[in-house]
């Protein structure tokens, strides 16, 4: 077959390409050029595009460049930022996975020819009912199927996984045995368009007017103090959310940009069963996701997938078998299939209550 593989400089996708290259098939490296400004992590930085380049020398393979800044920056960026000034704690990386990565790439792969696409993501392709479907990666510390949410059907059936059965050390051993440079290369954590030395707020405030407000108990009215940055207040939060008066910890319930005005409370009360989803955003990966539906939902790349039923009328939402901390406006979440929790349904962008 001819397999173009998205290397991003990271050990992952150089393993990726080296598998797929010693199992005979015809693998040609592409490396995308997503963010234009300055970046100093995640894998759009010099270090990673010349990282991919002599990975693909050492392999032996062709090496491009795809430039898709402007898609990035529309599809990416600019809803990232849109997303933080109204209030939502939009998630960069499962957009670009939806819009970039996956989306345009194969689309451009059909183009020149080649049979499928591949990355070094941390996730499976199983086969369901006669349809492929992503299912998580072997490793459960490095799984990324979450992030992958929004793969459909089609797009997985153009698609190879080669190291979603591989633990992440089994990955570094084979990198190295290869003799690639990335072997020992740290995992990149950071939003790759936000320069870790300067931060989210700084990119914010190049970009968008940002405000203070006032951080008040829901449940008593007093005003416990201020934020700096209301646009970067996540619901949900804890970190940085002064104690009440009663010196128990607050988490952030709500957050009203227009009125200055963040709400917490007690976590007990903060606690929610019930999580509204934004109708157009659901996506299924390869059936039909139905009303009453008995689901595993994750919340957080990172999270643990919870019981839950999903509900259709009268505005989709998923009612959890047990209540959970509030998930911030513009997060996604993951839908698994109950009766095999390692297999992905498909996903959602939670909505205002």
């Not at 963010?35 to 990282?51: E, H, I, R, Y």
Request: aromatic share 6%; glycine share 8%.
């Amino acid at each position: 077959m001819k397999i173009l593989v998205a290397m991003s400089g990271g050990v992952d996708s150089s393993v990726a390409a080296g598998l797929l290259r010693d199992a005979g098939h015809d693998v040609v490296g592409a490396t995308l050029k997503l963010w234009g400004g300055a970046s100093d992590s995640g894998c759009c930085s010099v270090a990673d595009v010349d990282d991919a380049r002599r990975v693909a020398q050492v392999l032996g393979i062709d090496h491009h460049v795809f430039n898709y800044t402007e898609e990035f920056e529309r599809h990416v960026v600019a809803p990232f930022v849109a997303g933080h000034a109204a209030g939502l704690t939009p998630n960069p990386c499962i957009e670009c996975n939806k819009h970039i990565k996956f989306d345009l790439l194969i689309d451009r792969a059909n183009r020149l020819g080649f049979d499928a696409v591949a990355t070094g993501h941390h996730a499976r392709i199983v086969d369901r009912a006669g349809r492929p479907a992503l299912a998580r990666g072997a490793d459960p510390a490095k799984d990324q199927s979450y992030v992958l949410g929004y793969l459909t059907a089609p797009m997985l059936a153009r698609l190879q996984l080669p190291i979603g059965s591989m633990t992440k050390d089994e990955v570094r051993r084979e990198a190295e045995r290869l003799g690639l440079r990335t072997w020992n290369k740290p995992d990149s954590q950071d939003v790759c368009f936000i320069e870790a030395s300067r931060g989210r707020e700084t990119f914010l405030r190049s970009r968008i007017p940002v405000t203070s407000a006032s951080v008040v108990d829901r449940s008593t009215g007093d005003v416990l103090g201020r934020v700096d940055v209301a646009q970067l207040v996540t619901v949900g939060q804890r970190r940085g959310v002064a104690p009440g008066r009663d010196g128990e910890r607050r988490y952030v319930t709500n957050v009203d940009l227009a009125a200055g005005r963040v709400e917490v409370d007690r976590l007990e009360d903060v606690m929610v069963s019930t999580v509204p989803l934004d109708s157009d955003s659901i996506c299924a990966s390869d059936t039909a996701l139905a009303d009453a539906a008995r689901l595993w939902v994750q919340t957080s790349a990172h999270g643990v997938a919870r019981p839950a039923v999903l509900h259709a009328t009268g505005g989709w939402s998923v009612v959890f078998d047990e209540p959970i901390r509030p998930i911030a406006p513009g997060q996604t979440v993951v839908f698994y299939a109950f009766e095999d929790p390692e297999v992905v349904l498909g996903a959602a962008v939670v909505d205002r209550p």
